[in-house]
Nanobody, 131 residues
Framework: QVQLVESGGGLVQPGGSLRLSCKASGYTSDNYAIAWFRQAPGKRREGVAC????????YYVDSVKGRFTLSADKAKSTVYLQMNNLKPEDAAVYYC????????????????????????WGRGTQVTVSS
């Protein structure tokens, strides 16, 4: 059974940085993708970024491009989301999700990324951006 565990959330001032982690267990190959979604109170869950473990390609929506960076440590089965220059509008519960690598190209522009095709989800980690 695949399990995903997020960590790294917290309180940060505007302009600050955080690094979120998503540790995956239960996969026997690299043929999967890890996506990050976020949900603020009263808002729909929205896609943020996606990393394909099969070829290390990364994808970002416009609202975070240039500020957020994905990376992976395959030995630790962990994907990291480095978030820099955080803004109040980045505050949300961040979730990682696992699915097929073919889903990653959905993360572009301001596309409303569908989340129904992801097989596994973590429980989320809270990111608060406030002075």
């Amino acid at each position: 059974q695949v399990q995903l565990v997020e960590s790294g959330g917290g309180l940060v001032q505007p302009g600050g940085s955080l690094r979120l982690s998503c540790k995956a267990s239960g996969y026997t190959s690299d043929n999967y993708a890890i996506a990050w979604f976020r949900q603020a109170p009263g808002k729909r869950r929205e896609g943020v970024a996606c990393l394909s473990n099969s070829d290390d390609s990364t994808y970002y929506v416009d609202s975070v491009k240039g500020r957020f960076t994905l990376s992976a440590d395959k030995a630790k089965s962990t994907v990291y989301l480095q978030m820099n220059n955080l803004k109040p509008e980045d505050a949300a519960v961040y979730y990682c999700a696992a699915g097929e690598p073919i889903l990653c190209p959905d993360f572009y522009g301001d596309y409303d990324v569908p989340d129904g095709e992801y097989d596994y989800w973590g429980r989320g980690t809270q990111v608060t951006v406030s002075s």
